[in-house]
């Protein structure tokens, strides 16, 4: 069993939340049962990740990190070589460094879904997160937990995680997301399925970007 690692104390601050609007947004997020977005919320997600892949920057070489991972990957011949080689991904931080993760332990088709997004193809995973990257300032992402499944049933591994970051944006939110990810896998111990999910709602979490929700919340 790969060896999980700890994680330190963490704060969260923002200024210049208006009372009003931060009641409003918390009584509308109470009264949202699931923790997935709205059908209305997911096509504007969507929307606005397709925007940012149509007029960014990096989009002649957006697939350079991932190339640089292909053939990296040693052989794997069961459940425990993919959990070791997720927990070095996370211990690059693959999500805050443009898509450094290894990509061969994926399907090509693989599902990936979180509170807000759902789509297939593990080249547009990589091509998200190059687009995110920009945005973050001293950022983090620790791993507190990863384990292999217990059900006979299925092959998966279960990963804990926390991720703190500050958008480079006018009013520079403060984002704070406790989350696990589950990742299925095949009969040949590729990843079929990344599924996230938060320890906050879906609109929590967009609510952050605006400066809502000026608490950290860590259950």
């Not at 963490?10 to 923790?35: D, H, I, P």
Request: include cysteine; charge should be positive; aromatic fraction near 10%.
């Amino acid at each position: 069993m790969a060896r999980a690692t700890a994680a330190g104390p963490l704060t969260l601050s923002f200024s210049n939340n208006r009372k009003s609007n931060s009641c409003r947004f918390r009584c509308a997020a109470r009264s949202n049962n699931g923790r997935d977005a709205s059908p209305a919320i997911k096509i504007v997600v969507e929307g606005v990740t397709e925007l940012l892949r149509l007029f960014s920057s990096k989009k002649s070489s957006d697939r350079d990190s991932i190339e640089r991972n292909r053939g990296q990957m040693p052989s794997i011949s069961c459940v425990e070589d993919v959990l070791e080689v997720i927990q070095d991904d996370y211990r690059r931080a693959y999500f805050l460094t443009a898509g450094n993760f290894t990509v061969d332990i994926y399907a090509e088709d693989c599902l990936f879904e979180d509170p807000t997004i759902k789509f297939r193809g593990r080249d547009r995973y990589g091509q998200n997160l190059d687009l995110l990257v920009p945005f973050f300032d001293k950022a983090s992402l620790e791993l507190e937990k990863i384990q292999k499944d217990l059900s006979p049933e299925t092959s998966s591994i279960l990963a804990s995680w926390k991720l703190r970051t500050y958008l480079k944006l006018p009013w520079r939110p403060l984002i704070s997301i406790k989350g696990q990810t589950t990742y299925n896998l095949d009969k040949n111990y590729k990843i079929t399925r990344h599924s996230e999910s938060w320890n906050i709602s879906a609109i929590e979490a967009i609510g952050q970007i605006f400066g809502f929700n000026s608490r950290e919340i860590d259950v």
